[in-house]
């Protein structure tokens, strides 16, 4: 089905012609239009128009009143103040429209054919290391980033750049190689604690080795020689040790309820064979320069305490890459053989400057222009209650997998106690408790703009009250609630009936549900979608509480059309949840 246009563009274009009638010498006008308190909508652009043409701005407005054709759309236009237009939209308009969208399955969103290619590099754990609270937020809004995307027409690549490279593991693989059997476990081949627990303890055995033989050490320091050269013992080692580290990688995940695919994880090393290359590129061209035995890229605006440059490197002085020359790369594989049109990276905000420079330099060598952009999806840190980053008692950083266990306990707690109302099974209540507890952790993420930092609070997280995913997922099963009472009644719209007040603010809500994506997907805001979601609650709340669907009876029509603002409520609800990766039961 075609996309539906909103209401908003509907009124929107009307005035906008209506201003180039009334001014012909201002071209295509914009009337400003926008939600307003004190009717549905006002246009602000007037006063603006006005002051360019020397016009009066009371006397603009009403000229354009007369310009604006009648319409079944706009019921009444009312001038106010210095020449604020206020528009009331017709009930019919309202009701029709969203009879429309409930008729679409992706209710009424356009699909962009051929939107372009984006590139999308989130969810970047270590191998060998464990998943801490830091990698929380990489993954959650990267994984909603991809839905929404994919949700409006973009298609998608996923890239996981796990760190799967380095000189650490040279240390690891030479102490495997002496100790053997020192990543068996017992837990099976999908145990992910066990293999974490193999992995973790390998690790610290070979640190206290490393940091106490000499020998050792030199031993580890050639085996980095030997990875880096390709000898097919060392990579063999080295591959166990990234398919140990997907297995814990991979529960993480799926705990988490997001699905990571072997394809899409294409980590360091990935990028090995093109790293000369790279840096053979930069340096011929001129982007990179020679310094103190180092290949360079210097910027203008980039300075230390100094006051003196400081570069990109590229290459080290003693031969070795930097991360850059990785990025670098990256890049040129998303660009040319992915044929990305955007680079999305969600990456801690702490690594703005290396990508400011990255993306930089990549501009510089010609591989992102016009026709490709890239853009840093910068996040914030995981605060504690007490404002500063979140430790453990002992001021350890907080294993992700605990923190996730420990919320969904909570959130168990909470189905629990509303268990035996609904008649919930033990089997729901246990399902129920994960949904709701991952579901709490990962909107008070993407309800939070991912550039500020925020607390980490799962009393507040797991409340039923306040701007929560608990209180979103309880409006969604109460919603589908109400079709269990309704008898043989059944969602209907009726345009010929005059709605209450709470019934327009709510219908002009759900009509919002595709501009709102489609800002979301432009500026890369999850945030904005979760806040859509809670207002969509909020007055679905006001509306059931004013507005009788089963008891007290209304007319049999008057029931009928709000059932039908019911079912098209909890269905915006589950799509616009599902877009942010959170489920939502139908019984809580």
Not at 55 to 71: C, F, G, H, K
Not at 202 to 225: H, N, P, T
Not at 342 to 369: C, I, P
Not at 511 to 518: I, K, R, S, V, Y
Request: charged residues 25%; hydrophobic residues 40%; aromatic residues 8%.
């Amino acid at each position: 089905m075609a996309s539906v246009t909103s209401l908003t563009a509907s009124v929107h274009q009307r005035l906008a012609d209506a201003l180039s009638a009334a001014l012909p010498e201002a071209g295509a006008a914009d009337p400003l239009l926008r939600r307003s308190d004190r009717a549905d909508f006002q246009a602000n652009g007037i006063l603006a128009l006005a002051k360019k043409a020397k016009a009066n701005p009371r006397e603009l407005a009403a000229t354009v009143l007369d310009a604006l054709p009648a319409n079944d759309v706009i019921k009444d236009v009312e001038v106010s103040g210095p020449g604020f237009l206020n528009i009331t939209i017709a009930d019919k308009a309202i009701i029709e429209t969203l009879a429309a969208r409930a008729a679409d399955d992706r209710l009424g969103v356009p699909f962009q054919q051929d939107a372009g290619t984006t590139v999308i590099d989130y969810a970047q754990p270590n191998v060998a290391k464990e998943m801490h609270v830091g990698h929380l937020r990489s993954a959650v809004i990267g994984a909603a980033m991809v839905e929404i995307l994919e949700f409006t027409g973009e298609k998608v690549v996923r890239r996981h750049h796990i760190g799967d490279w380095g000189t650490q593991f040279g240390m690891l693989i030479q102490y495997l190689l002496e100790h053997p059997h020192e990543l068996d476990h017992e837990g099976g081949e999908e145990d992910g604690e066990a293999a974490m627990s193999s992995l973790n303890r390998l690790y610290k055995a070979s640190r206290a080795l490393f940091d106490s033989d000499e020998e050792f050490k030199a031993r580890s320091r050639d085996r980095v020689v030997a990875l880096q050269a390709g000898d097919a013992e060392t990579i063999a080692l080295w591959q166990r040790f990234v398919d140990e580290s997907k297995i814990y990688f991979y529960s993480v995940f799926n705990k988490l309820d997001m699905q990571i695919d072997d394809p899409d994880v294409v980590g360091e090393s990935g990028y090995n064979d093109m790293l000369e290359e790279t840096c053979r590129i930069l340096e011929e061209s001129g982007v990179a320069v020679r310094s103190e035995g180092a290949l360079c890229v210097f910027f203008d605006d980039v300075l230390g305490p100094d006051g003196n440059k400081v570069p990109l490197i590229v290459k080290k002085s003693n031969g070795g890459y930097g991360y850059a020359a990785t990025d670098l790369s990256a890049i040129r594989d998303r660009v040319q053989n992915l044929k990305a049109s955007t680079l999305l990276y969600v990456v801690d905000a702490r690594q703005s400057l290396h990508f400011k420079m990255v993306f930089e330099t990549a501009r510089r060598a010609g591989w992102l222009n016009e026709d490709v952009k890239a853009h840093q999806l910068a996040f914030g840190t995981v605060l504690g209650k007490d404002g500063k980053p979140f430790k453990t008692r002992e001021g350890e950083t907080v294993r992700l997998v605990d923190l996730l266990d420990e919320a969904i306990d909570r959130a168990t707690s909470v189905v629990r106690e509303k268990a035996e109302k609904v008649g919930l099974a033990e089997e729901e209540i246990v399902e129920n408790g994960v949904y709701v507890g991952i579901g709490a952790v990962k909107y008070a993420d993407l309800s939070t703009s991912a550039v500020r930092d925020y607390k980490f609070d799962l009393d507040q997280m797991v409340s039923l009250n306040g701007d929560t995913s608990v209180y979103l997922q309880y409006a969604y099963a109460r919603i589908r609630s109400i079709f269990g009472k309704a008898g043989d009644r059944r969602p209907l719209a009726h345009p010929e009936l005059e709605l209450a007040p709470a019934e327009r603010a709510l219908g002009l809500h759900l009509d919002q549900f595709g501009e709102t994506l489609a800002e979301v997907a432009s500026s890369y805001e999850p945030h904005k979608l979760a806040a859509y979601l809670y207002q969509l609650a909020s007055l679905y709340t006001t509306f059931y509480d004013q507005c009788p669907v089963v008891k007290p009876a209304p007319a049999p029509e008057v029931a009928e059309n709000r059932l039908f603002l019911c079912d098209l409520t909890a269905r915006t609800l589950h799509q616009g949840m599902a877009l942010l990766g959170i489920r939502t039961p139908e019984r809580l």
